[in-house]
């Protein structure tokens, strides 16, 4: 069997597809670590931590936040079913650095009615989010 020349990767959450094209290589942040995943690769079902997943497609690398949920590869698929997923025109900076600075006071200055482990995934969302946007898709 010949060797898969691109990949075709669909990203999904509950609400809707993120992403549906042809790839040729992807970074994604997987539940014991992060992976990267090129045309051929062996077959692999893992889950997903909080985190930057990224696609390069020729030259154009493009970034999308992701959290939760799990990763299906084969040699010429990869299918992430997300909790959450957003690429950097769907993020909201405003809200996202509003979340930021809500989750830093609460694990600042907390209280038995705050979940620490809830606000630090918050704080980990809300920085991966900025990250994405400062970053936007670059051409390498």
Do not use: C
Not at 37 to 48: D, I, K, M, N, Q
Not at 96 to 117: C, V
Request: charged residues 25%.
């Amino acid at each position: 069997m010949p060797m898969p020349g691109h990949l075709t990767l669909e990203i999904v959450t509950p609400d809707r597809a993120v992403v549906s094209q042809r790839v040729d290589e992807v970074q994604v942040p997987g539940g014991d670590g992060s992976f990267g995943v090129l045309p051929g690769h062996t077959p692999l079902l893992t889950t997903l931590q909080v985190g930057e997943l990224w696609y390069r497609t020729g030259e154009e690398t493009a970034r999308v936040a992701v959290s939760f949920g799990f990763a299906e590869v084969q040699p010429d698929r990869l299918t992430i079913l997300a909790q959450m997923a957003e690429s950097a025109e769907d993020i909201d900076t405003t809200r996202a650095e509003a979340a930021r600075k809500r989750a830093a006071d609460r694990l600042a200055q907390p209280s038995a009615n705050i979940d620490i482990g809830r606000a630090r995934v918050a704080l980990q969302k809300s920085l991966v989010r900025l990250k994405i946007v400062s970053q936007g898709n670059i051409r390498d």
